[in-house]
């Protein structure tokens, strides 16, 4: 296998399958014919499909508090069902840019049902020791309900409602890891990875605003909410060869991974034939 | 104006008005109809259009020595009409990814004509102060061919044939800022930024391969070979208020620029409201 199949890994979503999601005239999202017709059955009070066949809230439904209300009322009916595996009780803004305010507020877990944009934090912890970069990764707790037990970076998190996102990043460093925010104030916002995924529940089309954070040699990360099994420092090359050699790491995390790699010039235009596919891969826009 | 106004300028090209041109079946540029009408008035022998509205190279021009004796003498001729302005005399490698082996070689200024990619490198030097990162920029010497007077990077070129990318990036630092290879060897990696521009000339579907420098507080560059009349270290802000309100750089450097400003955390989502399509902006792929 090659770096570029976790591009491809994470850009495996087929949108022939989806139909249109809307907010008023506005395309938020996508969502599968099972998924439209659970939303159809629970009335016409709730969700309609217009003449486009695209799906959208009830003409009454026009403010942020009734789009909630709905919401709210729809996933758990719907979890109830069991057409939504789970909710998550954290809330995700709907918007399609980080600039637009939220149009409503849906909860974490719900997300991809509905094949809403979104948005999360990702930090590249790492140590510049006399033979080179080294990056901190995380192992994701075995009991988790996402991805048990695969490789993680430092410190991630989704973005959720009300907060900014270097204020979002300095909380789930304290959380996850333990840096206090002294340390965890040094970090750098250093772009975004995007990527257009499927998964069983649906389509996630995601965001990763990633940071950097250089952390001085004797700083040793604490597993502080359970969520982390364990912490590992590693040399730059052995973090690159897990990367290209295989699926350990939680997809997503791979590109963050991938993208360190190429802006650390760990990954060079002189040592990797796809470098400039990478580049591209890793920073896809994708309309809904 | 804002930010992504630099993205959309860069990004100004209408393929609808181009011709494919292929080498055997592989599409590797794109031609303007005036163009390739001019390159049939040169004979069969050079050039033909084939059932699909295509053109290339005549069906008895099979190889890499063939297709370059061709191009000289087909570029020569075009340049006696008037067809194509100038001549550089710098070969430029006709490939789709930096890691084909080249189709052919062309003249640097023939390539937007044929609209083939192409690849250059730039480098940003920058010093860090206790005040924070000031960025080097140069500005082009007034009697250059192109763009004279604008705003670049501190130091970029071309990819010619036969060069390794941070060999080229290394050679090009000694030869436009008199930075020695000692200095110049500390250039890392850091990934591409990708547009597909149109000029008087055509097609521009380029890819910049970057480095950054951190150079010490006392380097002051030279204007070594006469192409810059003036190297300025500017605070980072400064720089980016520059490329925020205007054009004063040259089109494809204000976007090496808003990449850099990207990585080193001065932009950031929580500051910038195009930060997500910035970032997807810069790293766009094109097909041809």
Same mark, same amino acid.
């Given at each position: 296998m090659a770096y570029l199949d976790h591009i491809h890994a994470c850009n495996n979503a087929d949108l022939s399958r989806y139909a249109r999601f809307r907010i008023d005239t506005l395309p938020v999202g996508a969502v599968r014919p099972e998924f439209a017709a659970a939303l159809i059955r629970l009335g016409e009070d709730f969700f309609v499909r217009d003449e486009n066949g695209d799906y959208g809230f009830a003409p009454h439904i026009l403010t942020v508090a009734d789009r909630n209300q709905i919401l709210v009322k729809a996933t758990e009916t719907l979890c109830q069902q069991g057409?939504?595996? $789970?909710? $998550?009780?954290e809330k995700f803004d709907i918007r399609n840019h980080v600039s637009d305010e939220p149009l409503c507020q849906l909860d974490r877990f719900a997300m991809p049902y509905f094949g809403c944009r979104s948005w999360g934090v990702h930090m590249n912890g790492f140590v510049r020791k006399p033979d080179g970069i080294h990056m901190w990764g995380a192992k994701r707790a075995m009991d988790k309900p996402t991805y048990p037990g695969m490789l993680d970076n430092m410190v991630a998190g989704g973005q959720p409602t009300g907060l900014g996102f270097r204020e979002n990043m300095i909380k789930e460093c304290a959380e996850e890891a333990g840096i206090p925010s002294g340390l965890a104030a040094n970090i750098t916002a250093i772009g975004t990875v995007s990527y257009l995924y499927e998964t069983n529940e649906g389509l996630k089309p995601d965001v990763m605003v990633n940071f950097d954070l250089e952390l001085p040699e004797d700083f040793i990360p604490q597993c502080t909410d359970g969520e982390v099994e364990r912490f590992d420092l590693l040399p730059i090359a052995d973090v690159a060869e897990i990367v290209r050699t295989g699926f350990d790491f939680k997809f997503n995390c791979a590109l963050v991974v991938i993208d360190f790699l190429i802006r650390h010039g760990h990954l060079t235009a002189d040592n990797e034939p796809s470098y400039c596919e990478l580049v591209t891969g890793l920073h896809r826009a994708f309309e809904l």
């Amino acid at each position: 296998m090659a770096y570029l199949d976790h591009i491809h890994a994470c850009n495996n979503a087929d949108l022939s399958r989806y139909a249109r999601f809307r907010i008023d005239t506005l395309p938020v999202g996508a969502v599968r014919p099972e998924f439209a017709a659970a939303l159809i059955r629970l009335g016409e009070d709730f969700f309609v499909r217009d003449e486009n066949g695209d799906y959208g809230f009830a003409p009454h439904i026009l403010t942020v508090a009734d789009r909630n209300q709905i919401l709210v009322k729809a996933t758990e009916t719907l979890c109830q069902q069991g057409v939504i595996k $789970h909710l $998550h009780g954290e809330k995700f803004d709907i918007r399609n840019h980080v600039s637009d305010e939220p149009l409503c507020q849906l909860d974490r877990f719900a997300m991809p049902y509905f094949g809403c944009r979104s948005w999360g934090v990702h930090m590249n912890g790492f140590v510049r020791k006399p033979d080179g970069i080294h990056m901190w990764g995380a192992k994701r707790a075995m009991d988790k309900p996402t991805y048990p037990g695969m490789l993680d970076n430092m410190v991630a998190g989704g973005q959720p409602t009300g907060l900014g996102f270097r204020e979002n990043m300095i909380k789930e460093c304290a959380e996850e890891a333990g840096i206090p925010s002294g340390l965890a104030a040094n970090i750098t916002a250093i772009g975004t990875v995007s990527y257009l995924y499927e998964t069983n529940e649906g389509l996630k089309p995601d965001v990763m605003v990633n940071f950097d954070l250089e952390l001085p040699e004797d700083f040793i990360p604490q597993c502080t909410d359970g969520e982390v099994e364990r912490f590992d420092l590693l040399p730059i090359a052995d973090v690159a060869e897990i990367v290209r050699t295989g699926f350990d790491f939680k997809f997503n995390c791979a590109l963050v991974v991938i993208d360190f790699l190429i802006r650390h010039g760990h990954l060079t235009a002189d040592n990797e034939p796809s470098y400039c596919e990478l580049v591209t891969g890793l920073h896809r826009a994708f309309e809904l």
